[in-house]
């Protein structure tokens, strides 16, 4: 393995864990309050890391070929999951 492919193996699992960490942080926010503005941010990060983690399995499953519809797909579910986070702001 590549140091670029192993960095990138580390920089993916580290958005995936903080993300994680965001997501069930927002899940107890919502059990403790009932707010509505936590259920779109705990779905914004749930959909940011489901972005990260697809685009990580995928590259290395297909040896990073196709990069563009690979980082077209990351860019569209990570978009997604921010519209959810701006929409969290605005709940309630």
Same mark, same amino acid.
């Given at each position: 393995? %590549?140091?670029?492919?192993?960095?990138? !193996?580390? =920089?993916?699992?580290?958005v995936? +864990?903080?993300?994680?960490?965001?997501?069930?942080?927002?899940?107890?926010?919502?059990a403790?309050?009932?707010? %509505?503005?936590?259920?779109?941010l705990? !779905?914004g =990060?749930?959909?940011?890391?489901? +972005?990260?983690?697809?685009t990580t399995?995928?590259?290395?499953?297909n040896?990073?070929q196709?990069?563009?519809?690979?980082?077209?797909v990351?860019y569209?579910?990570?978009t997604?999951g921010?519209?959810?986070?701006?929409?969290?702001?605005?709940?309630?």
């Amino acid at each position: 393995m %590549q140091l670029l492919e192993a960095l990138y !193996i580390v =920089f993916s699992g580290t958005v995936i +864990a903080s993300g994680l960490v965001m997501a069930g942080m927002a899940v107890q926010a919502y059990a403790e309050t009932r707010r %509505q503005s936590m259920v779109y941010l705990s !779905i914004g =990060f749930t959909l940011i890391v489901a +972005a990260a983690t697809a685009t990580t399995i995928s590259a290395f499953v297909n040896d990073f070929q196709n990069p563009r519809t690979l980082l077209t797909v990351n860019y569209f579910v990570t978009t997604l999951g921010f519209t959810a986070v701006i929409m969290s702001l605005y709940a309630d």
